[in-house]
């Protein structure tokens, strides 16, 4: 037998994880093709909402073997990312459910949780169990809507968006089950918009010269008499642009100020659209956007602030540091160390075929040569607005060591929250639990900057009992911990 016809063993076997793949999102195909249909909703054909323009995907393993096969670390601890993922829950990595479904959607969605956290024993199950629950969702919004209850039909199809968005994360490549999710999301979230309680604004924003545009939506608070100031929201690793406001209570919506929450260069939608990351693109994208948002009837151009959460603390400094009409600039769970090496290499190895996956990036080799040399340290003398970041002092994504080290060059007034004993969620922990709430105490600090109060720069750090120590930055850098001993 000539070489050009003998098999080969690996090509031809199927992987044990790869047929276990398939089994186990047969229902989320499923799912998915009852959303976008009527057999699992229970409506007639007609009822369907938005059918498909084709056939939905076929049952298949969330991601592609390529794509499986990607990065070392992913292959050789698959099997242990599962087994953390059965012990502790869907929540391995990040505060997915507790921390950000009920935040996004209320207490109403607590049932969801409870039955997806009971579902979700390895990485597979976290797509299906996801879409399972956003189908459940959107039935009931629905039918809600067909019985004329347009607050219910609001709330459930909201929260059908929210699932939705988290059914996609785990997939990091494009696939027709991607495409097909991402269209029941952005259906669902415009229902929610045609029965909100504030006016929302689709929007398509144009990236520079390049032909392309960014998706994202502009909410703006009720009872707005005159131009209303705004904050863009920038989102971390794998979010998309429904996580930027609330169902209800939104803290910023709450204080009279406008949300631009948008899918950035490799974030949701803008992938799918071939607009990936890069380690300069945030700062072409922010002068983009800013000059839109600055155009904008509703928006008082000279009112205008940062929000950055986990990656989207680099993105918003990198913005600050090209802007100098900004009002501010809030952080929370800080990514400021040096080529992401604890994000990347350290903690789940999801974050870095996610990341890949947000680059347009086919190998390890492209990842770390294009990421390795990143840094956002340089940019502090170059931001004249406030800033403030809010952070856990035990950060596992990014060593606190490193934030201090960007603060220490910001000449403009400054302020830290750090709490005491505090992973990179700024939750859970007692200082977290018993000090000042992040979320308000930034929504707070937003108001006071676009209304144009001084800000004097302090350190402030959360003990566990939540009482708050200020200090100097030089007082704070001498002992990062250890107050209880003062």
């Known amino acids: ?8 063993p690996s090509k031809t076997m199927v992987e044990r994880r790869e047929f276990l793949g398939g089994a186990a999102t047969l229902a989320g195909a499923s799912l998915i093709g009852g959303a976008a249909g009527s057999t699992m909703l229970g409506l007639p054909a007609a009822a369907a909402m938005s059918p498909p323009a084709e056939p939905l995907p076929a049952p298949a393993p969330v991601m592609s073997p390529e794509v499986e096969h990607r990065t070392k670390r992913w292959q050789e601890q698959r099997w242990l990312l599962d087994t953390v993922i059965q012990l502790i829950g869907p929540d391995w990595d990040e505060g997915r459910l507790n921390g950000q479904v009920v935040d996004l959607c209320g207490p109403d969605v607590l049932g969801d949780v409870a039955g997806i956290r009971g579902r979700i024993h390895k990485f597979n199950d976290l797509t299906r169990e996801f879409a399972r629950a956003a189908v459940r969702r959107e039935k009931m919004a629905r039918q809600s809507e067909a019985q004329g209850n ?10 059908a968006a929210i699932l939705y968005m988290y059914a996609l994360w785990p997939i990091f490549e494009k696939t027709r089950e991607l495409v097909a999710l991402n ?10 918009i045609q029965f909100a309680d504030h006016e929302i604004r689709r929007v398509e924003i144009p990236l520079g010269n390049t032909g392309k545009s960014l998706p994202g939506y502009l909410h703006l608070p009720p009872n707005r ?22 169902l209800y209570g939104d803290k910023l919506r709450e204080r ?13 939608e803008s992938i799918l659209r071939e607009i990936y990351v890069n380690p300069s693109i945030w700062m072409d994208a922010g002068q983009s956007v800013l000059s839109w948002l600055r155009s904008q009837k509703e928006i008082d151009p000279e009112r205008i602030a940062l929000s950055g959460t986990s990656m989207g603390t680099c993105f918003a400094t990198q913005i600050a540091s090209v802007d100098d ?8 769970a800080m990514t400021h160390e040096p080529g992401l090496h604890s994000l990347l290499e350290m903690d789940s190895p999801s974050w870095k075929l ?7 990036l086919q190998t390890e080799e492209q990842m770390d040569k294009m990421w390795q040399p990143f840094s956002v340290l340089n940019l502090g003398s170059k931001i004249k607005c406030p800033y403030l970041t809010v952070a856990g002092e035990d950060d596992q994504l990014s060593r606190i060591e490193y934030t201090y080290q960007m603060l220490d060059a910001i000449a403009a007034p400054k302020q830290m929250l750090l709490y005491e004993g505090t992973n990179h969620g700024v939750a859970g922990s007692p200082a977290a639990t018993n000090g000042p709430n992040p979320r308000t105490f930034i929504a707070d600090w937003l ?17 566990a009992a939540g009482t708050v120590h200020e200090s100097t930055f030089e007082e704070a850098r001498k002992s990062l911990s250890l107050l209880f001993l003062t």
């Open 256 to 268: 009279g100020i406008a949300t631009l929450g948008l899918d950035g260069p490799g974030h949701g």
């Open 183 to 192: 269209d029941r999301k952005n259906t669902c979230y415009a229902k929610y």
């Open 354 to 360: 996610r990341f890949m996956f947000m680059a347009g």
């Open 447 to 463: 108001k006071d900057r676009l209304d144009g109060k001084p800000m004097e720069t302090k350190h402030m750090k959360v003990d």
């Open 150 to 159: 347009t607050i219910a039909a609001r709330e459930d199809y909201f929260m």
């Open 325 to 332: 009409r900004l009002k501010g600039v809030a952080t929370r």
């Open 1 to 8: 037998m000539s070489e050009s016809n003998k098999q080969n």
């Open 225 to 246: 008499t005159d131009r209303v100031s705004c904050v863009w929201d920038i989102i971390g690793v794998g979010g998309t642009r429904e996580r930027s406001s609330a």
